[in-house]
Each structure stands twice: as structure tokens, then as C-alpha cells.
């Protein structure tokens, strides 16, 4: 299963970032927003790279901005492989990237808390990592789907009072959770 979760939640996980990408060109096309570098000063740091303050690297900021995304996909992919599927696991997920965010830009002094932000910052970044969090999911759930129902809903489906989403399986005798 953790080959196929590799695998699967990198190429769900590329697919989000690229969703999410290009959702957010077009939210900075309306809005003005700029670009941001702190995916950039946050690779720098956590690498020990010199930092050049007022000249990013485009690379760098991509490197961090795809790969986190990717590497992120991963951890979705298991999810799905284990049966957590859907778009409750996708809204759960996109929490655990936000945090995945903070801690790495709060941790290396690159970020500030989000309960700091101005509202409208907090929104969008919220509403593009939403973004992510649901196509990665779209397009894990999709590929782990193709291994057939998960241990976890396997389960649902023997227990007495579950409700198993993956179609009928022989019933085996109840059991707690």
C-alpha cells in the first residue's frame, strides 16, 4: 500500500498545487495581489541558504511551492489508501496543510501567526490551500479508489450501525470501533 500511496500522493499532490497555482494567477489578476516569497525565505532558512532580501529566487520559490505541495500529497494518499475518503477527509487534510504551512514559516521567523493576519490575507490563503486540499483529495481518492475499499471502511462495513460506503461485504460478527 505505501508504494501506491507514494506515488499516488505525489502525482495528487503536484496536481493540486498546479490547481491551486493557477487559481491563485487568476485571484492576483483581479486582486493586484503580488506574489509571495515566503515559500522562498522559508526554503532558504530551513536549508541554511544565504538569503538575498529584496531578490528571491523564482526557482527556489517554486521548488518549496511544488514540492511541499507534492510531499503533502503523500500523507492524502495514505488517507485515502486507509479508507478516509471524501470530502470530509479532504476538509480535515486541508487543516493539517495549513499547519503543515505555519509551522514551517512560524518556525523559521519567515511567517507570523495567522491570528495576526489582516482578515482579507487569512481568507485567501485559506481559500487557496482549500483549493488544494480538495483536488489533491479529488485525484487521491480517485487512484486509491482503483485498490478497491480501504481497511477502514472495510471495517464500517462488517460493524453493526456503520455506515459502509464501499457496497456490500460479507457481515462478520460486531464489534466495537
Known amino acids: 500500500m505505501l508504494k501506491r500511496a507514494l ?16 487559481g491563485e494567477k487568476v485571484e492576483q489578476s483581479l486582486t493586484g495581489r503580488p506574489d509571495s516569497h515566503v515559500p522562498a525565505r522559508t526554503l532558504e532558512r530551513l536549508t541554511g541558504m544565504s538569503e538575498r532580501p529584496g531578490r528571491q529566487s523564482p526557482s527556489v520559490n517554486l521548488a518549496m511551492h511544488y ?41 523559521t521567523g519567515v511567517g507570523a501567526p495567522p491570528s495576526t493576519w489582516p482578515r482579507g490575507e487569512l481568507v485567501i ?42 457496497g456490500p461485504l460479507p457481515r462478520r460478527e460486531a464489534h466495537g470501533r
Open 67 to 107: 514540492g511541499q505541495g507534492a510531499l503533502f500529497g503523500v500523507l492524502r494518499s495514505v488517507m485515502a489508501h486507509a479508507g478516509l475518503r471524501g470530502p470530509v477527509a479532504s476538509a480535515k487534510f486541508t487543516v493539517v496543510r495549513l499547519t503543515g504551512d505555519q509551522i514551517l514559516e512560524n518556525a
Open 125 to 166: 490563503d485559506v481559500l487557496h490551500k482549500a483549493v488544494y486540499g480538495f483536488v489533491t483529495g479529488a485525484v487521491a481518492d480517485a487512484l486509491a479508489a482503483r485498490s478497491g475499499p480501504g481497511p477502514g471502511q472495510r471495517h464500517a462495513a462488517r460493524c453493526a450501525g456503520r455506515h459502509a460506503d464501499v
Open 7 to 22: 506515488w499516488q500522493g505525489l502525482v495528487a499532490g503536484a496536481t493540486g498545487v498546479v490547481v491551486m497555482t493557477l
